[in-house]
């Protein structure tokens, strides 16, 4: 284990001495000039003012189209759906005691003797406008056609003369919504066209446009997707531009996230100085501000998610979380097939597959472990207890003997204290996942090949990469919507003392 730290060490400062020396040529272009003079980048920095409500409003209605916008863009899966109130919650019983109300008063008036007509045409009404919000620019024939016949002074003047023909209106308000709804409603409609007492024939037409609602909502949706896709980086940027203009304090978080990654490089670099004491003192290391960067990135995936994310990551939060999850799922079941190797390596080596078989134990005991509920520690002996169990009927079926009670006492306490801080084996593994992560973050964007895996991880190699793959997507696009406001950021706190808006050629690169 020592040779191997060693080794990722040694691999570490390669992928990080790399990142820096690529990394010169796009500090001086992006620190040392105003970032803030060119199209859709962040303004230069302005003195502090009083956020009125207004303004407060404003932004938030900033962040939630930047959100819904860059939610549909990346999520290809995201819809809206139609959901109810539980019946047995109190807004549910409230809600379906105010329905009921409603539609026996309903039902009453329309069983007077002359029937009362009056909350009957405001109910057509209301159908009318959601109708008419369906048709699309241009439909101007049948959008005539609903206007007539669902005049509402002409069925007013009806039904003073008691001549409304209240059923004809619903069935053409039925065959109406049949031609304009989705395939997946027919069957909706035919229930419809099924049901004879007028009163439920209204209540069940206003459940299933509320269904239509919905079903228009997600083809604009669908619509807008490769809109919105190919012009994201664009949107989002202005937008966040407009709430930082509204609220100045809206990079406060992220200054500090990328703050905290500075003066970790620093500090590093403050280290290694005094350890080789025929370095020259005068000289100082160039800090990437990519490399920097990176390494707040990485933090995310480590992230405390009770306390707030940095501004410029809130689109993304979730998704974060949920790879931060698998993540640690991943690194305890390698830790599990590690220390198994470990101690009974050589009773298992003619095993084809064995680690696969570890990984199949393990991941049913861990489903939901990100849960306040789940109870790591007892999922974890479980899994000692599965793995004892699987390592010794492997070696009945192959006529050796079995483990004996010491071993198997030590295999399932090693794998029980995999949760303790500091623990060796969950430092290793933690460190290499977090090292191939950094390599994946210090590839070009336009390569798609993924870093070699660190030893150890061959077992979850094909979850590992397809983490690295969302996560990585993650983070260029981040990159590309938020860069210019990095970039000043960045500036101020490696380059405090270069002018701002000055040629290359008059800031010297230190």
Known sequence: LNDDQNSDSDSSRLSESTASSSDSEYSRQSFNSDSSSKPSSPASASPPKIIT?????????????????????VNANFCIKH????????????????HKAF????????????????????????????LLSFLTPGANRIQNQ?????????????????????????????????????????????????????????????????????DMANYTIQNLRPYLQRNLVDYERTKFQEILEETPSALDLTTEWIK??????????????????????????????????????????????????????????VRLQELREKLNQLKIIACVCLITNNMVGAAIVDVPDFADQLKRISVPLLEGMNKKTFDLKE?????????????????????????????????????????????PVSSLIDKRIQFFMRSLLALPSFQKCMPTMPGGLSVIQTEMEFVGSQYASIVNFNKQVYGPFYANILRKLLFPEAPMGKAETETPIN
């Open 103 to 130: 539609w026996d008063h309903l039902e009453s008036e329309l069983n007077e003797d002359p029937p009362e007509y009056e909350h009957a045409i405001k109910l057509f009404e209301e159908i009318k406008e959601i």
């Open 260 to 317: 905290e990654s500075v003066e970790d490089e620093l500090s590093s670099v403050s280290d290694e100085s005094s350890s080789s004491p025929g370095a020259d003192s005068s000289s100082k290391r160039i800090i990437s501000p990519t490399l920097v960067l990176n390494n707040s990135y990485l933090k995310l995936l480590q992230w405390d998610y009770c306390k707030t994310i940095p501004e410029t990551l809130i689109t993304d939060e």
């Open 53 to 73: 409500f207004d303004e407060l409003m404003a932004a938030a209605r900033n962040l939630t189209d930047l959100t819904l916008a860059h939610e549909i863009a």
């Open 379 to 423: 999922a974890l002996n479980a899994i000692g207890v599965q793995v004892c169990s699987k390592v010794n009927r492997s070696l009945t079926e192959r006529g050796l003997p079995t483990l004996n009670e010491e071993t198997q006492s030590n295999l399932m306490g090693q794998i029980a204290h995999i949760v303790e801080e500091n623990n």
């Open 146 to 214: 609903i206007c007539e016949v669902l005049d509402t002074d002409l069925i007013r003047q009806q039904a003073e003369h008691n001549a409304v023909d209240i059923h004809g209106l619903a069935n053409y308000i039925i065959n109406t919504m049949g031609k304009l709804c989705a395939p997946v409603r027919d069957n909706d409609i035919k229930q419809l066209k099924a049901t004879d007492n007028i009163v439920e024939l209204l209540r069940q037409i206003f459940r299933v446009l509320d269904l239509m609602k919905v």
């Open 83 to 98: 959901e109810d109130f539980p019946q047995n919650s109190f807004a549910g019983t409230v809600k379906q005691i105010v």
